[in-house]
């Protein structure tokens, strides 16, 4: 069977401000690397949405950050059946700053992975992720996250969060964050969380009158809301918040 693969080339010169939203379907190709280069003092906004994907597909972003550059990935997958996200980022310069955010929301017997490896070479630099699942049916979902200080790196800011809800008996959601720390003059924290949709909340809005599939999904809606509300983009913004809320 033939592979597809396509490479897209993301820079952003010095002083540059730029924002980015693409789109992930049925027609993309199986394999896609984008390889993400911020000069110095530049800034990047991007948006990776991936929905109702039912093929396997595989995404590799690798970014080079230079100093007082600012990269912002949110990535979001939503209905899609076997899909592989990973994230290579360096930060190569005194002052860089790295959010990402992630969402995947399941159900069936779909299967979604996120690996991030963030890679703090020089001082100075900030990095923050914030990635939430929540998953229905016999769906599944992994997330493997890694920082790694170098020694030279000292007053390096990192933080690494992952949230999982569990909306059925038979959902598994695997969470392995990590941080290898080779620096004494730093700041960095991980964590993962692992739970069900609160009965107590869900019984409190049957008791007014909303029926059980809606409060589910209202719940869960507002659950995903932090990662959302995130989102620098502000039409990929308006349009996930539509789109959660708006048939309830």
């Known amino acids: 069977m033939e592979i597809r693969s396509q490479k897209i080339e993301l820079k952003v010169s010095a002083c540059e401000e730029n924002q980015m939203v693409l ?39 690798e970014v080079n950050q230079k100093g007082n550059s600012c990269l912002s990935i949110s990535i979001i997958t939503i209905g899609c059946n076997n899909v592989t996200n990973d994230m290579d980022v360096q930060l190569v310069g005194e002052g860089a700053d790295l959010r990402l955010l992630g969402l995947y929301l399941t159900d069936g017997g779909e299967k979604v992975t996120n690996r991030t490896i963030v890679t703090h070479q020089v001082g100075h630099c900030t990095t923050n992720q914030l990635y939430k699942g929540a998953l229905g049916g016999e769906s599944q979902a992994s ?40 620096a004494d003059d730093v700041k960095c924290s991980h964590g993962a969380t692992t739970g069900q949709i609160d009965l107590s909340q869900l019984f409190y809005m049957q008791q007014r009158g909303i029926d059980e599939d809606s409060a589910r999904r209202l719940l869960t809606a507002a659950y995903a809301a932090e990662v959302v509300n995130q989102i620098p983009i502000v039409d990929v913004r308006e349009c996930l918040t539509k789109q959660l809320f708006g048939e309830i």
């Not at 984008?34 to 990776?48: C, K, M, N, R, T």
């Not at 390096?156 to 695997?174: E, F, M, P, Y």
């Open 143 to 182: 997330f493997e996250g890694k920082i790694i200080v170098n020694p030279n790196a000292q007053k390096a800011l990192a933080q690494q969060t992952n949230r999982n809800i569990l909306l059925s008996d038979k959902a598994k959601v695997h969470a392995e964050p990590q941080l290898e720390i080779y």
């Open 23 to 61: 789109v992930f379907d049925e027609l993309t190709p199986d394999e896609v690397v984008i390889e993400v280069s911020l000069a110095e003092g530049s800034h990047l906004d991007v948006a990776l949405l991936q929905e109702n994907v039912k093929s396997r597909k595989s995404l590799r972003v």
